[in-house]
């Protein structure tokens, strides 16, 4: 079974220009994760899906936005791209809302000029 | 939110050495995932542990969970053992978080 995919998986963009990241979970699992992970840090929490709703949403401003589809694959949106957006962007997907191990994509690596 | 400290932070081992990478959380997790990410930023899935011990071959794993505490074991490291390990904990609304993880260089 194919794992979770992720696309692009690079990507360049300038200042001020809007991004659409994409993500398709491990067949079966019903919940996607997004993570934003800058050089040197560990994986900084960004939003949780579950069943097409938002369960989690982490400290990050209202630029980040993220839907669910009813295939369980999720987009993440950045608008007004800053420098500092620049960053590894993961996606994880895990069979359900807590208690389960979660399982990452090889995530899209997103460089702001 | 909870705070999670791993330690080491960095690590440099001769190949075939032990080693013990520890994670410290400040509050009752129900979830505890170790990662490991190689040098292309891959994060592979080592251990599911939010509480007792497990064993994958040359890697185990043990969390204390009333002691708020998580122990990576690797013996005879190999130099494909470089990269970083990470922990992720994770309270009652599993939104987890990751500590800023070992980084471990295996020399040949």
């Known amino acids: 079974d194919a794992g979770v995919t992720q696309s692009p998986t690079h990507l360049i963009k300038t200042r001020g220009q809007h991004v659409t990241l994409r993500c398709s979970p491990i067949s079966g699992h019903k919940s996607v994760s997004w993570y934003q992970q800058v050089l040197g840090q560990g994986p900084q929490f960004i939003f949780q899906?579950?069943?097409?709703?938002?369960?989690g949403r982490g400290n990050f401003p209202d630029r980040f936005s993220a839907r669910q589809f009813p295939n369980y694959s999720s987009e993440l949106n950045v608008n007004a791209l800053l420098l500092g957006d620049s960053a590894l962007y993961l996606c994880?997907?895990?069979?359900?809302?807590?208690?389960?191990?979660?399982?990452f994509g090889d995530g899209t690596r997103l460089s702001i000029l | 939110g909870i705070q999670v400290e791993q330690s080491p932070p960095d690590l440099i081992l001769q190949e075939g050495a032990n080693s013990t990478l520890r994670c410290n959380f400040s509050d009752s997790v129900n979830n505890l995932q170790w990662f490991h990410q190689n040098p292309w930023g891959q994060l592979i899935n080592l251990f599911y542990?939010?509480?007792g011990t497990k064993q994958n071959g040359r890697l185990s794993a043990t969390t204390v969970a009333t002691e708020r505490y998580s122990l990576l074991y690797i013996s005879s490291s190999q130099t494909t053992d470089s990269g970083v390990y990470f922990c992720?904990?994770?309270?009652?609304?599993?939104?987890?978080?990751f500590g800023r993880g070992t980084s471990l260089i295996v020399h040949p």
């Open positions: 994880a997907s895990s069979s359900r809302v807590g208690g389960q191990p979660q399982h």
């Open positions: 992720a904990v994770g309270g009652g609304s599993y939104i987890p978080t």
């Open positions: 542990i939010p509480s």
């Open positions: 899906y579950y069943e097409k709703e938002e369960r």
